[in-house]
């Protein structure tokens, strides 16, 4: 097991985390045709991160990308020291051991992904001889940091089989981006506006309210057997169970950055018995919130 050593536990401040449950890795990313073949375990976004500093003397099963935008830190790779600056990114292969922090006087702004799949390995040498060594220089491109935040945003609408697709897919053209810089040029496109994504900006906004079927169907002006199923069959779930989805993702942000009790998280997100949320968390992240927020204090997710 690697072991992790962190100097901040309290997050920083507008940083963005988002696990994906080991449920979906074991049972939808790894076997998908879609995703298997490369999909991300784990992303965020970490502003003048003061104090960041880890330690994984054996390395994870994940490979890691740390893209630094702004300030200074440094990565050893194999006993190989590092310095980074704004533009560099640093590919970390999984299974190599490594650690890295932030420079106290500058403190780095870094994008990150933890990712895995069949063709994981492949892409990952493919950057590491592009480079010649684990520190390659890529120009700033704010489409591409766009492109990154579009992944972010569509895994915290959920993880239906959709999203989850939609959202590796676009990691692969964030990799290419990084692979064939020269040829890269990303068209934006917005989302359509619509009954369902329009509902679940509802639901995003309103996490700490128990909303019903009824009002989401009304909001969507639709009737309520109409809503149900075209919501189905737009994510794969029920409206409830997204919204709870939505709910266990807000919550694993809470476990992870803050100090709250469980019991305050529990109550923040509309869940007035502890014991039902607590089940609800489990059956979604086959952790405990307890034993999730232990794991984290030990293990960072990069």
């Not at 992870?256 to 109550?267: E, L, M, R, S």
């Not at 609800?280 to 307890?290: L, V």
């Amino acid at each position: 097991m690697s072991v992790k050593k962190i100097r901040k536990k309290q997050g920083f401040e507008g940083q963005k985390l988002i696990v994906l449950p080991h449920k979906l890795d074991k049972e939808i990313l790894s076997k998908d045709p879609v995703t298997k073949q490369i999909y991300i375990t784990d992303i965020g976004y970490y502003p003048r991160a003061h104090q960041h500093y880890v330690d994984r003397p054996h390395g994870i099963d994940q490979h890691i990308i740390i893209y630094c935008v702004e300030g200074h830190g440094w990565v050893t790779v194999d006993k190989k020291k590092m310095d980074i600056s704004p533009s560099n990114f640093i590919v970390i292969p999984a299974k190599t051991p490594h650690r890295y922090g932030v420079n106290d006087e500058d403190p780095w702004t870094i994008y990150w992904v933890h990712f895995k799949g069949d063709t994981a390995s492949f892409v990952m040498n493919l950057i590491t001889d592009n480079s010649q060594n684990y520190l390659p220089y890529l120009s700033y491109n704010e489409n591409r940091i766009k492109l990154f935040e579009e992944i972010c945003y569509t895994l915290e609408n959920g993880y239906s089989i959709d999203n989850l697709r939609y959202a590796n897919m676009m990691f692969h053209y964030f990799l290419s981006s990084l692979l064939y810089e020269e040829k890269y040029n990303r068209v934006a496109q917005e989302a359509p506006d619509d009954p369902i994504a329009s509902t679940i900006e509802l639901m995003k906004h309103q996490l700490g309210s128990n909303l019903t079927l009824n009002e989401f169907a009304s909001h969507s002006h639709l009737s309520v057997s109409h809503f149900s199923t075209i919501f189905r069959q737009r994510t794969g779930f029920s409206p409830i169970e997204y919204f709870n989805q939505l709910k266990i993702q807000e919550a694993c942000q809470q476990l992870a950055f803050t100090k709250k009790p469980i019991k305050q998280i529990a109550y923040e997100l509309a869940f007035y018995d502890q014991y039902y949320f607590s089940r609800i968390f489990s059956r979604f992240m086959s952790i405990s919130p307890a034993q999730y927020r232990k794991k984290t204090a030990q293990k960072i997710q990069e």
